[in-house]
Each structure stands twice: as C-alpha cells, then as structure tokens.
C-alpha cells in the first residue's frame, strides 16, 4: 500500500506526449520491441553487465532514484514490485489525459501511433482503445484496424463505438455481430409470452426489455446499421415466418424516435406508419384520428418507391394485426344494432387491409410491390354477416342482465359477474349455430379467425360463456385445417386411453408444421393463452362453472378425458397433443381449477357441486396431460413451473389424488419437489 500511494502521488505526465514531434525522439520499449532490444543487449555483452547498464539507463527518471531504490530495496520490496506499481501509476495518469479534453486530430494520431504496441499487451490495451472511443468520428489507422481484426480477445474489448467503425466497413462482421442479437430478442421466452396477449397492456414492458435495448444500442444513429438491421430482420422473416420480427421493426422505429436520431428517422420511410401505429397500439384502440393518420400516411407514400416489404413486416406484428381485429370487432358491433353492413363496409376496408398486408408480408418482401393477396370474399359476404348475428344476440343478453339504478341502490347501472354459484356453463337459447361454411372460413382464413378470437375473449370477459360453449367446438374441429396437418398427423386417439405408468417415456414433440402455417400456429396458441387469461381474471367462476359441467358427465360413468365433451376440455385436449402452447395452458388452467378448489375446502363454500369429482377431474387431466400431450424440448423449463405451480395449488385435501410426485408417475417427471 505504501509503495502504490508513493507513486501514484508522482507526476507521469510525460508519459504523453505534448507535440507530435517528441513520439519520433524517444523509443518506446513495449512489448516485442522491449524484448527485441534486451535479447540484442544480452547477446553483445556479458549478461551482467547489460543488465547493469540497462538498469542505470532506464530506471526511474526522478530525483534521487537511487536513494529511493535502496530505501525501497530495504523495505523489502523487490524491483519487479516497484516498477509494477510505477506501470500501474503511469498507467492511471495516462488514462485520466486520454479521458479529458479532446485532442486535436493530429496529436489524437500521433499518441495513437505511440500507443499502438500496447495493442498487444492485455494490461495496456485499454489505453489506446479508450482513446479511439475518446474520439469515434475520427477514422481507425488502417494498421490498427487490421491489429484489432485479427485479434479476436482486442475486438470483444472494444468499446461499441470503436466496433461500430469496424461494422461501417465491413457488412459480414457487423451481421455476425447483430444476427445472435435479433434472434435472442425473438426467442425472448418474455417477449414472446407478452405477444401471445390478444388484448395485451405490455407496450412500455416490452421496450425496456435488454434484447431491444442491446440492438438499438448496436446501431446507435448510424443510418447504414439501421438500414442493415432492417435488411437481416426481413432475411430472417423469410427463413422463419416469425412474426416477431415485424414487432422489433415497429419498435426499432419508435426506439430511433425516442433517442432523438433524426437523420435515421427521416430516411426511414415507415417511420410516420410505425409512430401512427404505436400511438395506437399503447392506447389499445384504433380512434378516429389514429384512422385518420394511417390513411393520410397510405396516401402520401409513392407506390413506385414504397418499400412494401416493409411495411407488411411491420403489419405482421401480432400487435398491429390484434389491434385491426379489434378495430374490425369494434365496427361490427357498431354495425349490429341497426343493420347497417352495406353501408360500413368502406370502414372495414382499411383494418382489412392492413391484416391482408401482415399475413402476406413473405410475399412482398420477396416481390416488394403493392400487388399482395386480398382477403378472402367469403369473409366479407358470408362470415361477418353471420357473426353479425351472434354479436346481436350478445349484445341483446347483456341489454338483459344489466340492474337498473334503482334496483341496484347506486347511482350507475351494474353489470352482474358469473360467480361461484354459477352451477353449470350455459348455452345460447337463440338457436344460433356455426354453419359448416363457418367452419369451412375458419380452416382457411386467418382475418376470419382472428375476429372470432376477439369476440370470443370479449364475450369471456363480460361472462358470456354459452357463447363460448357455441364456438369452441367449430374451432377444435378447424384446428387440424389451420395448421394444415394431414389427417393421420391431427388425429385423436379414439381407442381407450391407459395412462403410461413409465415414467421414461417421452412426450412427443409438436408436429412439425408447413411453414406456411406459423402465422396461424401462432395466432391459436395466442388466443389459447388469452382465454385462459381472461378466464383467470374472472377469478374462480369459470373454473368452477368448468368443473360442475365436467362433474354431469363424470356422474354418467365417463370417466375418460378423451370422451369428455365439454367444449373447452375437448379443445385443450386437442390443442395438447398438437401445440407446446395447448400443453402449457392445459397445465395453466388445471392450477387455476385447483386454486377454486382449494378455496372451496377452505371456506366450505358449496359451489363446487363434487369437490371428490372435482379433485379426480383435475388429477386425471394433469396425468393424461402429462403422458401425452407435445413437449417443445426449448419449452420444457417453463413447461416445468407450471406443473410446479399446479403442484403448489392441488388442496392438500385431494389425498390420493393430489397433484405430487409421490402420486403422479406421469407428471412427476416434470415435478421436482
């Protein structure tokens, strides 16, 4: 300690030169050109006295050198210690010069071109590097730049702003640089959960996520990174399908705009699209005006130099194609109080359209011109006016079960919530049912699809589950379609099903689909998520309705998961053979019925009919589940704290039947505690 405060209180500025001049007066012997000349001055004398004369000519250049050395000798302190904390003091001053003022361009180059053999020595290297960082807008010597790109452990030392010269001139290294980046942030096991939420709330969540944060930090406001970024995100689109790729467009866009890199967003030529639709999309609503912009921006762009491409990639974004779903719902129900749908259809062209854009954005990328694929009619002659129908009916039944002011004691109109009395889920009394040409839209449209998922969670949230009851059976049906599976690949085992007791049998994997059906693949797994999600904000009601239906089938001796006909059953239980997805929120609903449980023998509420039914229900499912249902090998980790969290929810009253390892040999491999 003695010896580091003695020499870091000595002045080493004249490690650094004042002038250009002195670098060319004094040789620096750092690195191979010091070990070049002590192996010259060994060889010509005798080593001893080398070593004598080389001492006395390069120790330490302050007064009383000598004196300090033989005090410094007394104290014990060896010569290799006393320069290392000389290195270390010289090494602190210098870097404290690089890290103040800016140099002038021609002393910048020449302590540059001092400090170059530093390069080469791990504990002075960070001295030249921080003063290329000192300075990024001034060009790397080509020596240097050559040094740094063939010494791997030189360029993952470099600050970004050094390596963002590097990438300026040389397209592949900064790609192998940004392609692990784009695919973490894809991958994000978060991010994709977040855009799974139909009606999600995550905008500012998902922005300050790292994964966005490290690209936008990589690109910083340089327009030819940006524009490459850009380039590598539509490659990467056309190898994948994935659509959150047209997310991280969108919010690469916004990210420009929020750090102020106006020369970025003014050569970006879907910036004014991407803000309009971020506006939106952080409200959750497509008003007036957000209408009114997207139109103006469509109108001004030139259909001749229009990169729709892009424009497609970012419309792919499911939050941009769930927001239009909304819009389109939105209409739909301004339409169905008066039968007004011929003379609203204009309104729709616009969500339409930018839906039609999303799910062909492969398409443009690759042909880049405005001729993409329209919707299809039938959605527009034969599904909305059919749908039309069931929101009228929707809407008439929340007319009825709103209580007058008077009746309800308050001073605004109450709507009542399905509670834990609710015995059984409901069905539609109009007579309304899907048609087969319904079925026939919805194996083959997405826009068709995506509508009816939106409706189907709203009319979850405002307690509609005879609704539900009406249309989950015509999606299960269209779910092989959809994913475009052959019939071999989506069929249901029919015979009786055994639980596996081996617990060394593997789940199958999900069944490989075309890649034509990821968007769609995507879309059933995102509203799968959702209704669960809204089904947990009910708190338990419609996990206690689930269990009473299932309860009247069980008392009929059917005891089978695969001869339930339940409908959100029936479809969980497709979706789980198929879907990693179906598997996870099979797993999500069973803890959500197990929590309802629990509260019940807690409570003594009777509002589960059977708990002892209840209880078998759950146990059954979650094994059937467990033997049978997909596992994605990259989800298994989340897939295992769910199971987890059923474990923690099953009521230690289920006995025999509580979700454990002790209990469950098929479950068990995904438990373990």
């Not at 001049?21 to 010091?34: D, F, R, V």
């Amino acid at each position: 300690m003695l010896l580091r405060q003695f020499f870091s209180a000595t002045p080493f500025s004249y490690f650094l030169p004042m002038e250009p001049s002195h670098s060319a007066e004094t040789q620096y012997l750092i690195g191979n050109a010091g070990k070049d000349s002590i192996k010259r001055l060994m060889s010509m004398k005798r080593p001893q006295l080398a070593i004598k004369e080389f001492g006395e000519q390069n120790s330490l250049d302050i007064p009383a050198a000598n004196t300090i050395y033989g005090l410094l000798d007394s104290l014990g302190h060896t010569r290799w210690s006393i320069h290392s904390t000389v290195l270390e003091s010289v090494v602190v001053a210098a870097l404290k010069q690089i890290q103040g003022a800016p140099l002038p361009s021609d002393r910048h180059f020449a302590l540059l071109a001092q400090l170059r053999p530093c390069l080469w020595i791990s504990r002075l290297r960070h001295l030249p590097l921080a003063l290329l960082a000192k300075q990024p807008q001034l060009p790397i010597p080509l020596d240097i730049r050559d040094t740094i790109l063939r010494t791997p452990d030189l360029y993952n030392a470099c600050d970004l702003s050094i390596k963002r010269q590097l990438w300026l001139s040389d397209a592949l290294l900064f790609k192998a640089h940004m392609m692990p980046l784009i695919r973490q942030y894809v991958d994000n096991p978060e991010l994709v959960e977040m855009s799974r939420e139909i009606f999600c709330e995550c905008a500012k969540a998902r922005r300050e996520r790292p994964a966005l944060a490290d690209i936008a930090n990589s690109i910083d406001s340089e327009l030819q990174l940006y524009m490459q970024t850009l380039g590598m995100a539509r490659e990467l689109f056309l190898e994948t399908f994935d659509t959150a790729l047209g997310t991280l467009r969108l919010d690469l866009a916004m990210a420009m705009h929020e750090n102020n890199f106006t020369e970025v967003v003014n050569n970006d030529v879907c910036y004014k699209l991407a803000w309009s639709l971020d506006v939106c999309v952080t409200k959750k609503m497509m008003d007036d005006d957000g209408v009114s912009d997207l139109q103006d921006y469509f109108d001004d762009i030139d259909p001749e130099n229009t990169p729709y491409g892009d424009i497609a990639l970012i419309m792919s974004s499911p939050y941009v194609r769930h927001l239009q779903a909304q819009h389109i719902l939105s209409i739909l129900e301004e339409i169905a109080p008066n039968a007004e749908f011929s003379a609203r259809q204009a309104d729709l062209k616009q969500p339409k359209t930018m839906i039609a854009m999303g799910l062909s954005a492969h398409t443009l990328i690759l042909a880049n011109d405005a001729a993409f694929p329209k919707p299809d009619r039938r959605v527009t002659r034969t599904f909305f006016p059919d749908i039309l129908r069931f929101i009228e009916t929707a809407q008439a039944r929340d007319r009825l079960l709103v209580i007058s002011p008077l009746t309800s004691g308050g001073n605004r109109s109450k709507r009542p919530r399905l509670d834990l009395e609710t015995p059984v889920m409901g069905a539609v009394e109009s007579g309304l049912e899907p048609t087969l040409e319904d079925l026939d839209i919805l194996a083959s449209s997405e826009l068709a699809r995506q509508v009816l998922y939106v409706f189907l969670l709203k009319r979850v949230d405002n307690m509609d589950l005879g609704m539900l009851n009406l249309w989950l059976p015509t999606l299960t049906q269209a779910l092989p379609r959809l994913l475009e599976l052959a019939a071999d690949d989506s069929a249901t085992e029919t015979e009786e099903v055994r639980l596996r007791a081996d617990t060394d049998t593997a789940n199958p994997e999900p069944k490989p689909l075309p890649m034509s059906a990821t968007i769609a693949a995507f879309e059933f797994d995102a509203f799968l998520q959702s209704l669960i999600t809204q089904m947990k904000k009910a708190g338990f009601a419609v996990a206690a309705a689930v269990l009473n239906s299932v309860d009247q089938e069980l008392s009929q001796d059917c005891c089978k998961i695969d001869a339930i006909q339940t409908p959100l059953i029936k479809l969980l239980d497709r979706a789980g053979r198929l879907r990693h997805c179906g598997h996870e929120q099979t797993i999500v609903f069973l803890a959500e019925c197990a929590h309802a449980l629990s509260a019940e023998y807690s409570s003594g509420n009777s509002s589960i009919k059977k708990k002892e039914s209840a209880v078998y229900f759950i146990f059954t499912m979650a094994e059937h589940a467990a033997a049978h249902y997909a596992v994605d090998p990259a989800g298994v980790a989340n897939l295992k704290s769910r199971y987890e969290r059923l474990a923690a929810a099953s009521p230690r009253q289920a006995f025999n039947y509580r979700i454990c390892k002790a209990n469950c040999p098929n479950a068990a491999k995904f438990l373990t505690v």
